[in-house]
């Protein structure tokens, strides 16, 4: 048995995304249908469309989702039709060693960065029979996806479909940078590299924990007023040649440097700018290949730790309703970070925006 569910798919890098009406066949042991209310555009996206991540198409693009269960598979527990749901791009496969220990985002045994399910195949075809991948083992941009039961979280009525979409990429990473990866304590100065959906995130994450001062750089004069209104305290624009400067000044050596971009030249910048004993933390995802240097004697003298930051070192099951539940009591406005909704045939002007870092994060509704 199988439905039919209008995508948006990827075939070849720099060319639109086609809309297509695909077979999805019915989810199978350990998963889920779910219908998508609001998938948001993110930078994970574009790497694929401009060829800095080579992926081979036809692919399902999107991967940060919510919607409602629509059908369960055999064996599934703990969620029932008509659940509002959020999705995770990295289905733990809560059995390897990294997952027994809590650790869910080093996973070493997921297959969602093989663009498949657990099982290693996909529920998509075309209407002639030709595979479709699903990004990140989901492929959101599209009006139902077949997930697995460990990437499905149960959403709070009272958060919106966008801002639970929201939750399962860029806000779980911009928090998690700050309360997992890097444990960011009262007080204690940051400064956020970059303020696209990920970095604006970062920056209501520091509010929450009581950063200060809270310094957000960007290109975008419209993006360092929203991170101002999120709780940044000081402003720079990133093309200010006096920056590494100006953020000495603002917080006499930067306890904590954001990069959330994923540029060679930012990494750079971030550990530069990085104060004693501060810790730099590569939260942006670089495309394939990018390099980055640093001077190691200035690490090793000053005591500075460079952090990988994946996913915001989170375990979904865990975060996606903490923070839900942080949005649903006032604590986190998640809902500022919301910039266009658009129709998922509109997905090309939303990519082009992200490219020109224009607006806020778009969500597209199928
Ligand atoms: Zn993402
Ligand atoms: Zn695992």
């Avoid at 100006?246 to 917080?251: K, L, N």
């Avoid at 190691?296 to 930051?309: E, H, M, N, Y």
């Amino acid at each position: 048995m199988s439905t039919t569910t209008r995508a948006a798919v990827f075939s070849t890098p720099g060319a639109p995304l086609a809309l297509e009406d695909l077979r999805l066949a019915d989810p199978g042991p350990g998963e889920v249908l779910v219908r998508i209310h609001a998938s948001g555009v993110c930078h994970s996206d574009l790497h694929v469309v401009d060829g800095g991540w080579p992926v081979d198409g036809p692919t399902v693009l999107g991967h940060e989702g919510a919607g409602v269960v629509e059908r369960v598979g055999p064996g599934v527990g703990g969620l029932a039709v008509g659940d509002r749901v959020m999705l995770s791009w990295f289905a733990p496969c809560r059995a390897c060693r990294r997952c027994s220990a809590g650790e869910a985002w080093l996973c070493e045994d997921t297959r969602a960065l093989e663009n498949v399910l657990p099982d290693g195949s996909s529920r998509l075809s075309r209407p002639d029979g030709t595979v479709v991948a699903p990004y990140l083992g989901l492929g959101t941009f599209s009006e139902l996806v077949v997930a697995p039961r460990s990437a499905v979280v149960r959403a709070p009525d009272d958060v919106p479909f966008e801002v639970a979409a929201l939750i399962g990429c860029a806000v779980t990473t911009g928090i998690g940078a700050v309360t997992n990866t890097a444990e960011v304590r009262p007080g204690r100065s940051a400064v956020v590299l970059g303020c696209g959906g990920v970095g604006l995130a970062t920056v209501l994450g520091l509010a929450l924990v009581g950063a200060d001062p809270i310094v957000a750089v960007d290109l975008s004069d419209e993006r360092l007023e929203v991170a101002r209104s999120l709780g940044a305290t000081v402003t720079l624009r990133g093309d200010d040649p006096d920056l590494a400067a100006h953020v000495q000044r603002a917080t006499g050596g930067a306890d904590f440097v954001f990069e959330a971009i994923g540029s060679g030249r930012t990494i750079e910048s971030a550990i530069a700018m990085t104060g004693r004993g501060g810790a730099a933390v590569l939260v942006g995802m670089p495309g394939a290949g990018v390099q980055a240097t640093f001077d190691p004697f200035v690490l090793a003298d000053q005591g500075k730790r460079v952090l990988g930051c994946n996913y915001g070192s989170s375990v979904p099951d865990v975060d996606f309703p903490r923070i839900a539940r942080l949005y649903a009591t006032g604590r986190l406005p998640l809902d500022r970070l919301l910039g266009d909704r658009r129709p998922l045939d509109q997905v090309d002007g939303a990519l082009a925006d992200l490219q020109a870092a224009v607006g806020l994060r778009t969500v597209l509704v199928p």
